[in-house]
Nanobody
Framework: QVQLVESGGGLVKPGGSLRLSCAAS????????MAWFRQAPGKERELVAF???????NYADSVKGRFTISRDNDRRTVYLQMNSVKPEDTAVYYC????????WGQGTQVTVSS
């Protein structure tokens, strides 16, 4: 079955950095466009970034220039490097295919606060 396991979240100060990881199984990972989503309290889940099988990337305007998505097909893992984080980046972060499947992991909490 499909499993998506996110990790790497935590508490970080504004301006700091975090690197999120998502290990995938049960999908043909190297043939899938993969994405990071996030959901802040009281808000709908939103697309943050995605990377296609050719490693072409696309970002939400709110994170462009600060976040970098990458993938390692051998490890079946997608990463999100978050730099210069802001309080508004506080959310639970999830990975999925893009477009998203019905399979969601538990997510990883990112809290940006001084």
């Amino acid at each position: 079955q499909v499993q998506l396991v996110e990790s790497g979240g935590g508490l970080v100060k504004p301006g700091g950095s975090l690197r999120l990881s998502c290990a995938a199984s049960g999908i043909s990972f190297s043939l899938k466009t993969m994405a990071w989503f996030r959901q802040a309290p009281g808000k709908e889940r939103e697309l943050v970034a995605f990377i296609n099988i050719g490693t072409w990337t696309n970002y939400a305007d709110s994170v462009k220039g600060r976040f970098t998505i990458s993938r390692d097909n051998d490890r079946r893992t997608v990463y999100l490097q978050m730099n210069s984080v802001k309080p508004e980046d506080t959310a639970v972060y999830y990975c999925n295919t893009h477009p998203a499947s019905n399979y969601w992991g538990q997510g990883t909490q990112v809290t940006v606060s001084s």
